[in-house]
């Protein structure tokens, strides 16, 4: 089995023998490839719809790991104990999604040693939550697939730091990395403000000429980052 480069930077930040918990496995395919590569020796799969669990299910035994690969059909962490698995890996959902998980099981989530999470859109709305009830990101990185980019946000409980803004819209570990996906992604949103903000100067109403002063602030803070 194959992975994408997205799944396959995930992957790259777990390390070996350690129980992974994967919430909203879909088809199954991440603790599959955790096991067979010999990185996991138990993986704990959870998934909320009936189709895509029954998929996971079908998969498992294809390749013969019910043994090692734990199913449950339930959302988030609803189905998991504190303290049963290492490392939670939430990925390929919305950050709000993602904070709803955390938020509602949080004795759960905070006894993993670190999570995973990859948010499909906002990433920044996920960080700043984060760091207001005291999880410290320790890595973080962009992928691309299909033309598209994803960031992976690594991070572990913590007590209450100090944040700024662009550790919030960028990222404190982003933030200092110069690897060539990084700086085309954020170039990429570069251009994206850059757009948002002629169309936005086209008319000089003052709801416009507030979100003007908002992306120009974001723009400004990307360009830093950059330099």
């Known amino acids: ?25 879909d088809h199954a395919y991440l603790p599959i490839y955790l096991i067979n590569k010999g990185i996991s020796k138990k993986v704990i799969a959870t998934e909320i719809l009936p189709g895509p669990y029954r998929k996971a299910q079908k998969n498992i035994k ?4 019910q043994d090692l690969i734990d199913l449950r059909l339930g959302p988030g962490f609803k189905t998991i104990n504190p303290a049963e698995g290492d490392i939670a890996v939430v990925a390929g959902m919305g950050a709000m999604t993602i904070i709803s998980i955390i938020n509602e099981s949080r004795q759960v989530a905070d ?10 859109k906002n990433p920044a709305e996920l960080r700043k939550y984060l760091f207001t009830i005291g999880y410290k990101i320790i890595d973080e990185d962009v992928t691309r697939e299909d033309d598209k980019f994803y960031e992976i946000i690594v991070v572990k409980k913590a007590n209450l730091s100090p944040f700024d803004e662009t ?10 990395k110069k690897n060539p996906v990084i700086i085309e992604y954020i170039n990429y949103r570069i251009n994206i403000l850059q757009g948002i ?24 803070t990307l360009e830093e980052v950059i330099k």
């Open 1 to 25: 089995m194959r992975l994408g480069n997205r799944l396959q930077t995930i992957t790259s930040k777990i390390p070996k023998g350690l129980t992974v918990v994967d919430v909203g496995t």
């Open 62 to 65: 294809k390749a013969g790991l």
């Open 111 to 120: 006894s993993f040693e670190k999570l995973i999470l990859q948010p499909m």
């Open 167 to 176: 550790d919030i819209m960028v990222g404190p570990v982003i933030r200092n």
């Open 197 to 220: 903000i002629k169309d936005l100067k086209v008319s000089d109403t003052k709801a416009c000429q507030k979100a003007v002063l908002k992306y120009e602030k974001l723009l400004k």
